[in-house]
């Protein structure tokens, strides 16, 4: 090979990697990019919203105390007869069934 062939076929490698290198920077910089315009799109977002509620609008604990679960048996309301199928938008509440205490509050056992 004659120095004249490698110099050309280093300055094509450089060059290739020139391009890499340089594709490589503008992708960074387009990611650095979108970072900071997301960064100033939510600190724009941030100064639009309410601030955080104060101690005194914080919500209180009832005079009684906390409110504690409820453990009994419902039992739901009986459906309305009819001559023909009702819709729910035609049943009581909306087609919601509304329930009731059960008479006994001990709980079921199965089997």
Do not use: Y
Request: proline content about 13%; charged content about 25%; aromatic content about 2%.
């Amino acid at each position: 090979m004659t120095k004249a062939s490698m110099t050309s076929i280093a300055s094509t490698d450089l060059g290739s990697g020139g391009a890499f290198g340089i594709g490589l920077l503008v992708a960074g910089l387009a990611v650095v990019a979108l970072l900071i315009g997301a960064f100033v799109l939510g600190a724009r977002i941030r100064r639009r919203e309410p601030p955080p509620p104060r101690p005194e609008e914080q919500p209180r604990l009832p005079d009684d105390g906390p409110v504690h679960k409820v453990r009994e048996h419902r039992e739901p309301a009986e459906v309305p007869r009819s001559d023909r199928r009702l819709t729910p938008h035609e049943m009581p509440a909306h087609g919601n069934s509304p329930t009731r205490p059960g008479r006994s509050q001990e709980r079921r056992r199965w089997g």
